[in-house]
């Protein structure tokens, strides 16, 4: 998921994305199944990755919509190294189209994110 939403992100450049949580995973079976995706918009914000506006009900129940857009710092941390010769954007971009190895690079877009800005914080 946050490979996904990343990609959208960066894809859209410095301009505002309207995301749609009931667009971007679909109806819910449950009350709660968009929470995921809130919290990782919520974690992201967090670690200063994205900026958002304060989500706001849209046109169904149960959906929720953002205004997001990557910071500087997403675009720094998008054209970090992972290896030689692949940034963590490229490695997101090459993947994109492919759901079965998304989930793995949500994996570790979120451990390269989450050690990121831990070692920026504590630098």
Excluded: C
């Excluded at 995706?37 to 959906?63: C, F, N, P, Q």
């Excluded at 971009?93 to 793995?104: I, P, T």
């Amino acid at each position: 998921m946050i490979a996904k939403l990343v990609a959208l992100l960066a894809g859209n450049g410095v301009q505002t994305t309207v995301l749609s949580t009931m667009e971007f995973i679909g109806a819910p079976e449950k009350a709660n199944d968009h929470q995921p995706l809130i919290d990782t918009i919520k974690w992201l914000e967090a670690e200063g990755v994205i900026r958002k506006s304060t989500g706001y009900s849209g046109d169904v129940m149960g959906d929720t919509i953002f205004e997001l857009v990557l910071t500087s710092r997403g675009f720094w941390l998008l054209d970090q190294k992972l290896t030689d010769d692949l940034t963590l954007g490229a490695a997101i971009g090459k993947v994109n189209g492919n759901r079965n190895a998304l989930g793995g690079l949500g994996d570790l877009v979120g451990g390269v994110l989450g050690g990121f800005t831990k070692s920026m914080s504590s630098g």
